[in-house]
């Protein structure tokens, strides 16, 4: 599987003088381990996600390890559900496979995130691309739709809080 997603375009709105530089920048965050960034966002995700995650969608999602590239920024992240919470799913390797990779540009997941825009619309407008397993695609997908927005809008730089 190619875990590079040959998307070059610069982000929307970039001024074109930035374009040569933006992506000497991409192409450095592409070498990067991709431990530390995976890191952050599992303890991200266990204050933002964890605790609105339904336990059936946490047993179907346990163990499996999914991986999120921002294709503008060339940045990937490789996660898992372990028993006590999100986890950083390392490097490639033997046994180390992601059975879902999903990629989409970084205003594609703030759209998602902020629930603008629908992930089957960001889909078929191949926005978002999802490759692997397809069942597990769609316990995801359909469990991110029921929690709803992660990050509304106005929101500034503190994710959505859980509803009580």
Known sequence: MNHRHP?????????PFLAPLHLRLRGAVERLPVGPPSLLAA??????????????????LEGHCVELAVT?????VRLRIAPHGFASA???GPGREA????????AGYL???RGEDDPDRLFFE???????????????KN??????????RGAGLRPAARAR
């Not at 059975?99 to 970084?106: N, W």
């Not at 191949?126 to 995801?140: H, I, N, Q, S």
């Not at 469990?143 to 509304?152: C, E, H, Q, V, Y």
């Open 72 to 76: 503008d920024f060339g940045l990937r």
């Open 43 to 60: 303890r991200v995700l266990d204050r933002v996600l964890l605790p609105r995650l339904p336990d059936d969608a946490r047993r179907a």
């Open 111 to 113: 759209r998602l995130l």
């Open 126 to 140: 191949r926005t978002l691309v999802m490759e692997g397993d397809t069942e597990l695609g769609l316990v995801l």
């Open 143 to 152: 469990t991110l739709d029921a929690i709803g927005p992660l990050w509304p």
């Open 90 to 92: 390392g490097e490639d």
């Open 7 to 15: 998307d070059r375009r610069v982000p929307a709105g970039l001024p």
């Open 99 to 106: 059975a879902l990779r999903i990629a989409a540009s970084g």
